[in-house]
C-alpha cells in the first residue's frame, strides 16, 4: 500500500518562506514522476511544480523563480521550497506521485500567505 503524508504548512507573512514535505511509504518512489498541486476554495486545482524519476522540473508560470521541487531519492520524500511567498498562493497543497500504472495523492497541507 502506497502512502503520500504531506507536511510543512502553515501561516507565514507575504514576503516569507516555506518548505513543504511528502514522504512516501511504498516501494514507488524511485519510478515515480513527482508533484505539487494547489487547490484555493472555489478554485480548480492546478498543477504547482513536477518532477519526473529522473529528475527533470517543470513549474507554473505563477511560481517561476520563487518555488524549487527536489527529491532525496534515499529517504523517499520530496520537497517544495517555496519564497516570495504571497496572497494569491495561499491554498491546500497535494503531493502526487504517478507512475506508469497508478497515481496517488496525498492528504493536503494548508499554507496560509496573510499579514
Known amino acids: 500500500q502506497v502512502q503520500l503524508v504531506d507536511s510543512g504548512g502553515g501561516l507565514v507573512q507575504p514576503g516569507g518562506s516555506l518548505r513543504l514535505s511528502c514522504a512516501a511509504s511504498?516501494?514507488?518512489?524511485?519510478?515515480?514522476?513527482m508533484a505539487w498541486y494547489r487547490q484555493a476554495p472555489r478554485n480548480q486545482r492546478e498543477l504547482v511544480a513536477r518532477?519526473?524519476?529522473?529528475?527533470?522540473?517543470n513549474y507554473a508560470d505563477s511560481v517561476k523563480g520563487r518555488f524549487t521541487i527536489s527529491r532525496d531519492n534515499a529517504k523517499n520524500t520530496v520537497y517544495l521550497q517555496m519564497n516570495s511567498l504571497k496572497p494569491m498562493d495561499t491554498a491546500v497543497y497535494l503531493c502526487?506521485?504517478?507512475?506508469?500504472?497508478?497515481?496517488?495523492w496525498g492528504q493536503g497541507t494548508q499554507v496560509t500567505v496573510s499579514s
Open positions: 518532477i519526473s524519476s529522473g529528475g527533470w522540473t
Open positions: 511504498g516501494n514507488i518512489f524511485r519510478r515515480a514522476a
Open positions: 502526487y506521485a504517478q507512475t506508469i500504472n497508478d497515481d496517488y
